[in-house]
């Protein structure tokens, strides 16, 4: 039954939807709407999905649907307002001093990641948060692996000089 | 391997797609040349760095919300299997008493008289009354139930009636009549029907029983049998004639 294998195939990789979205959209609200729709075309098109890849497939659904609402609306995606880091996993094993220095450090890379124009972004974001390989990455981004490669290799580049000169330089090391 | 070919094989390098034999020679040049080595070490950092960045989970109210959508897909389904059974029905000119849908019923009441009917010939509880004289059957449900369910005795025509049960289906007490055909056990659950619904007759299988259900005189049935579908046909018309 297509809406039990929805249930069992799709609900699981809901949180990595989410994730995605966020980092797509730079909002939560958008995102939760991004994915929301994202599954309901899901649903419609669960025939097409292969059992091994409902993930990729999930994500290149969730990308379809945010570029298809970013082209109803032109430029919400940057005009969006950032929401607050409420995710951010505090490290309990930290001192007080350590984990301020840790949260400030991860709101740097937050905005860091954020001012990324969006190709680059989501190339890193499926890559360090999802691990998907780069042939993963090119089927759901649909460029070849070559444009995944430099993707990547530009937008690290970007971000390490954004925080070279925000970060503290010890946690570059 | 010269600074410049590991340069561009960084990312690749530390995403773990490089060949191995290129692999090896990027490690090979790594323990010689100290400022490649030094720009692989601050790429790792940056890999963990990124990493520590927020990961953004579901909210439950987004869970909520897709949940509610697939449930909701399954019931306009649903509806639409429904609406075609009508439309058959219908087209068939309504002649048939009974009639077949080879699709699942609306809610959860195939699945629980199913339930139950397993339960009672597991837990060896098929009867609280074991009698095959319907006039100490009908009098025990007296009391116990705020209805008098009607109880038949089929046995001239191949289905006596062995015993009676007080059981819970759909959240509310049923009587519960057991008759036997040879070595099968069918299970009839009676209870009153609350609001006028429209009497209609349904037959299905499920997980190997069959199940028919149907109303008369304000009284909802559901027979339940192993039983071959024609005899538990069979066996149906009769109790609803009785």
């Known amino acids: ?173 | 391997m010269s600074c410049e070919h590991v340069e561009r094989d960084l990312d690749t390098y530390l995403d773990n797609e490089l060949d191995a034999a290129t692999a090896m020679d990027v490690r090979g040049h790594l323990n010689e040349c100290a400022a490649c080595h030094r720009r692989v070490a601050e790429r790792e950092a940056l890999g963990r760095l990124v990493r520590a960045a927020p990961y953004y989970s579901a909210p439950d109210r987004l869970r909520a919300r897709v949940l509610a959508q697939t449930t909701r897909a399954r019931s306009v389904r649903r509806l639409l299997t429904w609406a075609a059974a009508a439309v058959l029905f219908v087209s068939l000119g309504g002649g048939m008493s009974l009639w077949r849908s080879a699709v699942t019923h609306g809610d959860a009441m195939p699945d629980e008289v199913v339930d139950s009917h397993v339960r009672s010939l597991m837990a060896s509880h098929l009867f609280d009354v074991e009698s095959t004289d319907q006039h100490t059957v009908k009098p025990w449900f007296l009391g116990k139930l705020d209805f008098s369910p009607p109880v038949a005795d089929l046995a001239s025509i191949g289905f006596p009636l062995v015993g009676g049960r007080l059981d819970y289906i759909g959240g509310r007490p049923v009587a519960a009549l057991v008759y036997q055909r040879q070595r099968h056990t069918i299970n009839v659950f009676v209870s009153p029907v609350l609001n006028d619904v429209v009497t209609r007759a349904n037959v299905q299988s499920l997980r190997g029983f069959h199940i028919h259900h149907w109303v008369h005189d304000r009284m909802s049935f559901w027979a339940v049998s192993d039983l071959n579908e024609a005899e538990l046909t069979e066996f149906c018309k009769a109790l609803e004639a009785s």
């Open chain 1, 1 to 173: 039954m297509p809406l039990r294998a929805f249930e069992e195939t799709v609900l699981p990789h809901l949180d990595a939807a989410f994730n995605y979205a966020r980092w797509l959209t730079k909002n939560s609200a958008e995102a939760e709407d991004v994915v929301q729709d994202a599954c309901v075309r899901a649903m419609r098109f669960l025939s097409s999905m292969r059992d091994d890849d409902a993930r990729a497939w999930l994500f290149a659904i969730v990308r379809n649907t945010f570029y298809s609402r970013v082209s109803r609306r032109a430029n919400m995606a940057e005009a969006i307002p950032l929401d607050s880091a409420k995710d951010a996993r505090p490290d309990v094993a930290l001192d007080p001093e350590e984990r301020l220095l840790q949260q400030h450090t991860v709101a740097l890379v937050r905005a860091a990641l954020e001012q990324l124009p969006v190709d680059f972004r989501e190339v890193i974001v499926l890559r360090e948060f999802e691990g998907l390989s780069y042939k993963e990455i090119a089927a759901v981004v649909r460029v070849p692996i070559g444009t995944v490669m430099s993707r990547l290799a530009r937008g690290r580049e970007r971000l390490m000089a954004v925080l070279k000169l925000t970060a503290p330089m010890e946690t570059l090391r």
